[in-house]
């Protein structure tokens, strides 16, 4: 059977048995599209180890906009692809190469970055509170912190996702799970001041202003705000903070997971409420915020002063 055939009825299988969303298909038939790119429409069966090696080989020569090769990460995001490809090929009887054929490049782990308290302090006055678009991006600073929401999650909140009472609400996230979201009062109070400042029935938690008035206008001219707009809010304030560090929404969200671990949080708390898989993934942050290794140091580690 052909690959590009056989590829469609993946993606169909993925929207409509898995319920995957619409950017992890999107993402799929990228990758897959690659495979295509390198080898043509070659017959299912035709993808074997070696066919998969120069592959491999030709995706980490394959240049970026902002590098001359394509990153570990991401062509692993390839073969994972092709390996679920290949999973769903072997439960339809369609002759293939078997999964655990298929091995992920080691990658580097990526450093975590994180805002100190300080930091954050700086970057929570920044925004013009007198406007309403002040008062948005306060609130979205502050709910990106306090809660660890992803900024995919974050600009699909409706007015009614979220319950300033009680301070919690349901998000569905990466995989189409459902997990709690908790905010502190600080948030809460900023969200409920930009609300109350909207003078608009639109349903998005967070809209879009158009023009340069700073009052929302009653025809209709707001809409909701993207994750684009919104890794470009966080940038600019951070800039304009002071903070030398890159900082983007992800940034917030891995301050949210450190700030919880170097309080005393445990590794599975952190991982339930960052809503992760695997606790690999959550398991980042232990090398920078481990309070029983500090402790040992300060308690064993010789001290100049005094010897």
């Not at 055939?5 to 038939?29: G, H, M, P, V």
């Not at 980490?60 to 390996?83: C, F, M, P, V």
Request: some cysteine; hydrophobic content about 35%; glycine content about 4%.
């Amino acid at each position: 059977m052909l690959f590009s055939k056989t590829k469609t009825d993946f993606l169909e299988y993925l929207e409509i048995e898995q319920n995957r969303s619409q950017k992890t298909i999107q993402n799929y038939d990228h990758y897959l599209t690659r495979l295509m790119d390198f080898a043509g429409d070659i017959e299912v069966s035709e993808i074997d180890a070696e066919l998969v090696r120069k592959w491999r080989l030709w995706l980490n020569r394959l240049g970026t906009n902002t590098s001359d090769e394509l990153g570990k990460n991401t062509q692993n995001y390839h073969l994972i692809a092709l390996r679920s490809f290949l999973k769903f090929c072997a439960k339809r009887d369609i002759p293939a190469l078997a999964t655990d054929k298929i091995e992920l490049a080691r990658a580097r782990r990526k450093q975590v970055t994180f805002l100190n308290n300080e930091e954050l302090e700086r970057l929570f006055n920044v925004p013009k509170i007198d406007t309403v678009q002040g008062l948005r991006d306060r609130a979205i600073l502050e709910l990106l912190f306090s809660s660890g929401l992803r900024v995919s999650e974050l600009v699909n909140l409706n007015r009614d996702d979220i319950n300033l009472k009680r301070k919690e609400f349901m998000v569905r996230g990466k995989g189409q799970k459902d997990r709690p979201i908790f905010i502190s009062d600080s948030a809460g109070w900023w969200v409920q001041q930009y609300l109350d400042k909207r003078q608009d029935n639109s349903n998005p938690l967070f809209i879009r202003y158009s023009g340069t008035k700073n009052n929302v206008s009653l025809s209709g001219n707001f809409s909701r705000l993207t994750a684009r707009s919104v890794q470009r809010l966080v940038a600019r304030h951070a800039l304009m903070a002071g903070i030398t560090k890159h900082v983007s929404p992800h940034t917030m969200r891995h301050s949210f997971a450190t700030d919880l671990l170097m309080n005393g949080a445990d590794l599975r708390s952190v991982q339930a409420m960052l809503g992760h898989s695997n606790i690999s993934t959550t398991q980042i942050y232990t090398h920078v915020t481990d309070p029983h290794l500090k402790a040992i140091h300060q308690k064993f580690h010789s001290k100049k002063e005094e010897i």
